[in-house]
Each structure stands twice: as structure tokens, then as C-alpha cells.
């Protein structure tokens, strides 16, 4: 079998060409991964999403049995759009040792170097599967890891590790936190506002619920148990957008609060909302309900990233930590789509070229050095699968 051999470096520049920003389709970049998998005699599973705009794609390279090691990445980058470039972010440009472009360390090389050694996976007779899984909408929100991960669970072998290879320097991370979005809204009465006393003002009782939440947000942060190794060391919350009212003279209907925690392994999403619920049905809503019954105030848990919880001493901790040449693991305060992978019973942790720190920037690059290094790692992952 001889498809189309490519350098990490040459696959690095064929990736980023192709412009996969989030709201855009990705579809040129999966064809582009599944001709040349093809060329290599090796088939892709595409999972498409529901308008047929993007795909997941999911590849095995070895024997068809449980096992084996998932190298995962997502396909989109986020937007350049109002960012000052110094160079054409889908053209990569090298400079003094660094490769610039957008999706350079987060996470498309990544992808190209585990993918330059599909020629060498396909080579020798594996006695361990080798996997690809790639995705779409990660920056959106994991959106398209959630289907994939429920595709493997419920219709293919079982692998046994996943490596996302999200920006680490290469080193292994094995923890980060969840993400919970949040919205609470009010339903006040409208009036005008000369006659207060006859409506339901929902900012204003807005305001109380806001207390709720720094009450709630100073408690986390007053907790004990807090985790050092994540940059802030205990579930932080924090309200992001709010939105409500009509006019100066017209007492407020409506009011919508858009919040988040961002929570510690452990953390659960439904004691927060029930605290919010119980604490407006007690002190909130029986004012409201005095003037009117069609008033009220829901929360609710809208969205969640599960976290990454840490398992000291697991099948993906052990052989990433020694193919990377590395001996201690770290947690981080972005999310991924690796507790996803976690969720359907497979040990996963990150590991993956560049740092977290040149991601979503204008001038993204990822060095030379990350390149090789990783480089190293994955003909030391082929070695092992080989083995
Ligand atoms: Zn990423």
C-alpha cells in the first residue's frame, strides 16, 4: 500500500490552509485527512452533524478488537476576525525557530504530526490499534465530541486510551475542571413606572438573586478543600451577560442572568441550582406571587463541560507519562473534550505540543522544538503499538 508520505511540518502547513474556523465547515479539512488515509488503505467513519455542514471523522489503524490508543484532536479554530495578524493566519510563515499560524499549537499540529505517521502505523503489523479522532465544534463547546464518544461506546471496540492533544508543552495533564452555564430567569409585571407598587420590577428582584449568587461564589471561594494544582484553586463562579427591561418608564417583564461555575473535580452542577430555586422560593418569590401569580423565577443548569478528574496511576496516565518522557502530571484551568472520553469508561489524559498561552492570540505559533518533540513521542507511541 503507497498513499502520499508528508513531514509533520508539510502536514502542519496543509492543515492550517484550510480555514476551519468554528461557525465555518470543516469538511474540506476531513476530506483532505480522508483521501489520504484512504491512500494508505485505511478507511474513515465520518460522522457528519445535523445539517451536514461539518463532520467528526474516526479511523482505526491495526487489528479490530478492544484496546488501543485514540489520538484526538479537535478540527476548528477559532476566529481571527478583529485580532491584528502579522501574517496570514492560514498560511504558515516560520520565523526564528516558531511556526506561526492560526490552529498552530491549538491544536492542528497536534493532529499533522500524529497523522505524518500514518505510513509507519500502517508499515508494520500493529499489535495494539492505533485510532484518530477528530472533531468539529470543540470551541463552541465540545459540541462534536458528544456524539462521536456516544458513536465508540455504543457501536465499536472499546479503546482503552485517549490522548487529547490539546496544548501541554508535552507535558501530561491529567485533570481540569468542569464547566456549567447557568441562566436564571425572572418573569416580573409589567406597568408604568409612576405606579410601582402595581407591578413587579423583574431587574430589581434581578438584583436580589445576583446576591444569591455572590453569596454562593464567596462560600466556594471561603471553602477549605481547595485544589492547588489549578491556577484558581476552588470552583469559581462568575455572571456573564444579563439582560432585561424595555424602556426608562416601563417597569421591567423580564430579566435573564447568564452565569457560570467553573468547578473542581467533584463539583455538582444540581446543588447550585437547587440552592438558587429553594432561596427564591423562601425569600423571593412570595412578594412577587402577593401582586401576582403569573410572576416567578427559574434557574437552570443549560450546559456542562464534564471535567477531567484525575485517575493516579491509570493505563493512559502510565504509558503517556512514559512516552513523553515525562514523571509528574498537572492540571489545568481550560476545559477539553477529554472528561467526555472519561464519561464512556476510557482513561484519557492531555498531552499534546505548544502551550496554552499562545492559543486564540493573534501570531498563534507553535515551535519547531514542540514539533520534534512530539514528533518523538508519536514514533515512540508507534513502537509501542508495534511492540
Ligand atoms: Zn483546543
Redesign the pocket.
Known sequence: MTGTKYSPRELIDKLISFDTTSHKSNLDLIAFVRNYLTGWGVESLLLPNDDGSKANLYATIGPRKPGGIVLSG?TDVVPVEGQDWSTDPFSVVERDGLLFGRGTC??KAFLAIALAKVPDLVERSLSTPVHFALTYD??VGCLGVRPLAEHIKRHLPLPAIVIVG?PTEMTVVNAHKSGHRFITEITGLEGHSSLPDKGVNAIMVAGEMLGEINRIAEEFKSQTDRDPRFDTPYTSVHVGLIEGGTALNIIPLKCTIDWEARGLPGFEASEVVDRMNAYAAEHVVPQMHAISPKTGIVTEHTDEIPALVPQDGSPAETLVMALARQNETFAVSYQTEAGYFQAIDIPTVICGPGSIAQ?HKPDEYVSLDQVESCSKFMDRLVAHASS
Open positions: 479537535h491549538d491544536m470543540e470551541e490539546e492559543a
